[in-house]
Nanobody
Framework: QVQLVESGGGLVQAGGSLRLSCAAS????????MGWYRQAPGKQRELVAR??????TNYADSVRGRFTISRDPGDTVYLQMNSLKPEDTAVYSC?????????WGHGTQVTVSS
């Protein structure tokens, strides 16, 4: 089992920045991919960014150039969010993919005011 604990959400004005963190614990060895999804009210869940154990990254078109995902050797993943827009408002959930199973964090609210 893998447990994921997120932190760093909150309220920020448009143009501001936030940094989300997600720490993995438990059987964290052999986590392949970690990343973040988000879901806004009335919208489908969207993959925001992901990073492999080798450091390969992928971003949604809507955040590319503004968000940066990174990961440390201890399997904590970070999402640096700059130039935030009101449309970035959503619940952001961390995920980890390990040995064919996916694990989720509890989610953290990000609200961007205009």
């Amino acid at each position: 089992q893998v447990q994921l604990v997120e932190s760093g959400g909150g309220l920020v004005q448009a143009g501001g920045s936030l940094r989300l963190s997600c720490a993995a614990s438990g059987s964290s060895i052999s986590i392949n991919v970690m990343g973040w999804y988000r879901q806004a009210p009335g919208k489908q869940r969207e993959l925001v960014a992901r990073i492999s154990s080798g450091g390969n990254t992928n971003y949604a078109d809507s955040v590319r150039g503004r968000f940066t995902i990174s990961r440390d050797p201890g399997d904590t993943v970070y999402l640096q969010m700059n130039s935030l827009k009101p449309e970035d408002t959503a619940v952001y959930s961390c995920f980890a993919w390990r040995l064919g199973s996916i694990y989720w964090g509890h989610g953290t609210q990000v609200t961007v005011s205009s």
